[in-house]
């Protein structure tokens, strides 16, 4: 088989893995619980009865979307291959003729596809029941954005999804690392408010960098160059570091003889 001819094979798994997910998750609580109702409850919190400005409105409803695209991210996607080992599917997973990792970023792709998604619907809905006056100008640039904010996503999700497998503890990680994450981010609170030696692990994170582009973006400021090429250079190394770890955890498994990893 030639290389396009396998990578366009791979291209097709990746999207009925996408698919796949998509589906699986319909009848799933996670998609309404964190992509409708806990947006539509910090917004109401954070909006209500309150006199915003246009500058206000928006950069507060951009941080709760990607705070709870985050949310999304690691209670939903993070979680996708421990439930494959819980349904005993990660064998058949493994030693599939197709990369497994291929099918992992396909499932990513397909869980934050139906988060973001939701998260955007409500938001706007939300935003317009609420009468706050957010502006988005350059719609079309922040709509690349927003997009280029949902792949850096994938490659987090890949990423949490490859570590959580490694133990046993990873519903007590995700509860520790929610908030953390959402404070060091800037997400919920400006930087501009902690004191400058707690701003730098905000570097590290990618919804941050989202937020600012979009959020600069919708006001009609410029974006730079820098702050966009943080953004997918975020993506790509949390996607190369999740292909790795679950290369490890494979490895792992097959020497101890197991799949399951423990």
Not at 62 to 77: D, E, N, P, V
Not at 98 to 111: E, I, M, N, P, T
Not at 143 to 152: E, F, G, H, I, P
Request: aromatic share 8%.
């Amino acid at each position: 088989m030639s290389a396009a001819a396998r990578a366009l094979r791979y291209l097709e798994v990746g999207l009925a893995a996408a698919r796949l997910q998509i589906a699986g998750m319909r009848g799933s609580p996670f998609p309404i619980l964190l992509g409708v109702v806990q947006p539509a409850a910090y917004l109401v919190i954070t909006m209500y009865g309150r006199a915003l400005t246009p500058e206000a409105a928006t950069t507060d409803m951009l941080g709760i979307a990607m705070m709870s695209l985050w949310g999304s991210t690691i209670w939903s996607a993070g979680g996708i291959l421990r439930r494959e080992r819980a349904q005993g599917t990660m064998p058949q997973l493994v030693r599939s003729w197709c990369d497994a990792r291929v099918v992992l970023f396909g499932k990513c792709l397909g869980a934050v596809a139906v988060s973001g998604t939701a998260i955007s619907v409500t938001t706007t809905v939300m935003m317009l029941a609420l009468g706050a006056p957010v502006h988005i100008n350059r719609p079309l640039l922040f709509a690349a954005l927003m997009v280029l904010a949902a792949l850096s996503t994938v490659g987090l999700a890949m990423l949490l999804g490859s570590l959580f497998i490694l133990t046993r503890a990873a519903v007590r990680i995700s509860e520790a690392l929610m908030y953390p994450v959402v404070l060091a981010g800037g997400l919920l609170i400006p930087l501009t408010l902690m004191p400058s030696w707690l701003r730098w692990p905000s570097w590290f994170i990618s919804l941050h960098w989202a937020q600012v582009l979009t959020s600069e973006c919708a006001l009609g400021n410029s974006v730079r160059p820098g702050q966009v090429a943080a953004l997918v250079a975020l993506g790509v190394l949390y996607a190369t570091a999740g292909v790795v770890v679950f290369g490890r955890a494979v490895d792992l498994g097959r020497r101890r003889g197991t799949l399951e990893f423990f």
